[in-house]
């Protein structure tokens, strides 16, 4: 009989320590429980230290930091025809523990499918130049749309990043065409813009020449001088321009008569 009792105390013992330790739950910072009660919502608790009624309440936990998501690589057909490669990372955190868990059956993989297809259908919309140059318009619009949809669920969608773009071989090939074109355009627009520019200094420098007959000597002397510098073996005749300009003027009478 002894025994039997002893045994039946041991058991009895044992079953109360597990009791005991399904009843108290310690839940961290960043954590909440949600609390059912014989199937019905009761409400969140944490953090901190939680009693349960053992075998009457059941806990499911819940994390409320950010979570980092990448969205997988998904086909896209552009507004103008070209089919791209495209994946994106999400980042969001839950809100509302008590909507995560009562609203949808598994918030983290209805948000990853949230996520794709507002990622095709958003960027399905703008064209490829779009894509490439307008990527925070088109992250900004990722965001609202999703941060909407998942509303309901308690969850907060905070920022959305398109990652890569991958393009076709044959769209690499013609957009490095288009660039170089347009770096030879650049550079003959630059090229005729100084061509410009001189030939308009050239015209002033005529008319001051014309002016001021001293500057026409001037310049000649100066003209001189940087040959005299020069290691070459050419003759310098210096010739004075006043002969010059009546050699000139004599030609003149000849080419009238």
Known sequence: MMPFVGSLFFFVVLVGLVLLANAIRIVREYDRLVVF??????GERGPGLVLLIP??????????????????????ITK???????????????????????????????????????????LGQAELDELLSEREKLNQALQQVIDRQTEPWG?????????????PQEMQRAIAR?????????????NAEGEYQAAGR??????????EPAALQLRYLQTLAEIATENNSTTIFPVPVDFLRAFMGLAERKTSV
């Open 37 to 42: 009660r014989l199937g019905r919502l009761v």
């Open 55 to 76: 075998i009457i309440d059941r806990a499911v936990k819940v994390g409320l930091r950010t979570v980092t998501m990448d969205v997988p690589p998904q086909d896209i």
């Open 80 to 122: 103008d025809n070209v089919t791209v490669k495209v994946n994106a990372v999400i980042y969001f955190r839950v809100v509302s523990s008590k909507e995560a868990i009562v609203q949808v059956e598994n918030y983290l993989y209805a948000t990853s499918q949230i996520a794709q297809t507002t990622l095709r259908s958003i």
């Open 155 to 167: 969850v907060k969608v905070s920022t959305v990043e398109v990652k890569n773009v991958d393009l």
């Open 178 to 190: 288009q660039a170089e074109a347009e770096r030879e355009r650049r550079a003959k627009v630059i």
């Open 202 to 211: 050239l015209a002033e420098a005529a008319a001051i020449i014309g002016r």
